[in-house]
Each structure stands twice: as C-alpha cells, then as structure tokens.
C-alpha cells in the first residue's frame, strides 16, 4: 500500500518568488493536512481540506494557501516568500475513521 | 488554548535502560492524543493513538498509556534503533483533523 507521496522532496527559492508543493494521500483518504516544521516552533497547523474544502485554517498570513482536488490530491502554494519560510513542510493523510494520520516524507524549502 | 507539552526535551539511555517520556496536554476536549516517532529529514511515522484515561497501547518495545492529563510513552529495554525524536499530538473535539503537537522529546540510545 503506497504511502503519503510529497513533491518535490527539496527546493530552493529566491525572496520574493512563489512556490507550489505536492502531497497525494494514500488511497481513500480524504482528509488532507498541511503542516509546517522549523527547529524553534516545532509543527504548525497550516490547514486541512475535506473532499476538495478547507474545513480548518492555521494562524498563518494570507501567503500561504492551499487546494485539493478530486481526486484528493492537495496542493499548497507560498507567495512572496520570505526568509523565515524555510521549513520542512509535511502533508498528513487521515484514514476514514480518523484514528489514524500518516505523514508524508516532506517538502523541505530553503529560501535564499 | 489548546497546549501540549513534552519532558524531558532530550534523553540519554544506555542500551536496555527503561524509562518514560511524558505529554501534558490542556484541551477543550480530548478527540484523541498521537504518538509518533520523527528520524532526522524524515516525516512523523505513527505510533498509537490513545482515546480515553485509562486506555493502554503496545507496540514491541513500546507502551502509551493515557490520563486525563498527561501520556506516557514507556520504552522497554530500548537498542540504539530507537533513537529517534518522539513527537506527542492531541486533537480536539471542535477542530476536525488538526493537530496540536508537542515540541518533542529527542532520544538517544546508546551502545
């Protein structure tokens, strides 16, 4: 059974320049999460999508925002990036019965 | 507000030297609380979810156990393949899916 699949694995980015990073769910997940992980915050909620809505937002700026598809597959994209947007960005795909969420291998983005 | 904490921050065992990691967690009500386990450059690998004080998981050298307060992540004769950072999650019942994580507590086995 495939896992949580994130693209691309790494990237580097210029200040001011936007970026679109890639998370499919595991078969017959709906729920999709996004999160963002730096050393001095630990993990941060960004937001969840449900069949194609955002259903929960975190305390992030308008900057970040996010999409899924039918298909479940979600996308989540940073304008005008900043410094202090490097982080591992990782997906989490919740089963059905939400006892279960799996993360996936993450987006790590360095912006120079 | 929503809050977990985790202690020790970082742990240093000798191999096969038993102890526990500890979650506090304040929420408006408890959907459930997460374990799971972080290696470095690598995305959370579940653990076990807990749903109610009393309710104890297994899993090899591993066992969670929930209070009304706090979880414990007890770790049983570990090896150095149990190096890793042990990250503590809660959800509430009025945020869906969302996680509140706790900063993690990083362990160290050594040979």
């Known amino acids: 059974k495939a896992g949580v699949t994130q693209t691309p694995r790494y990237l580097i980015k210029t200040r001011g320049q936007q970026v679109t990073l890639s998370c499919s769910p595991i078969?017959?997940?709906?729920?999709v999460s996004w999160y963002q992980q730096t050393p001095g915050q630990g993990l941060q909620f960004l937001f969840e999508?449900?069949?194609?809505?955002?259903?929960n937002k975190g305390n992030f700026p308008g900057r970040f925002s996010g999409r899924q598809f039918s298909n479940s597959r979600s996308e989540m994209n940073v304008s005008t990036l900043e410094l202090g947007d490097s982080a591992l960005y990782l997906c989490?795909?919740?089963?059905?019965?939400?006892?279960?969420?799996?993360f996936g291998q993450g987006t790590r983005l360095t912006v120079v | 507000e929503d809050q977990v904490t985790q202690s020790p921050e970082a742990l240093r065992l000798q191999e096969g030297e038993s102890s526990s990691l500890n979650c506090s967690y304040t929420?408006?009500?408890?959907?459930?609380l997460f374990w799971y386990r972080q290696d470095p450059g690598k995305g959370p690998e579940f653990l076990f979810t807990?749903?109610?004080a009393g309710e104890e998981k297994e899993k090899e050298r591993l066992k969670a156990t929930l209070t009304k307060k706090e979880s414990f992540l007890h770790i049983t004769a570990p090896k150095p393949e149990d190096s890793a950072t042990y990250l503590c999650a809660v959800q509430a019942v009025d945020t869906g899916n969302q996680f509140y994580f706790g900063t993690g507590t990083s362990l160290t086995v050594i040979p």
């Open positions: 807990l749903y109610s």
């Open positions: 989490a795909s919740t089963t059905p019965s939400n006892t279960e969420a799996f």
């Open positions: 078969s017959g997940h709906r729920s």
């Open positions: 929420v408006s009500g408890l959907r459930g």
């Open positions: 999508y449900f069949s194609e809505t955002q259903r």
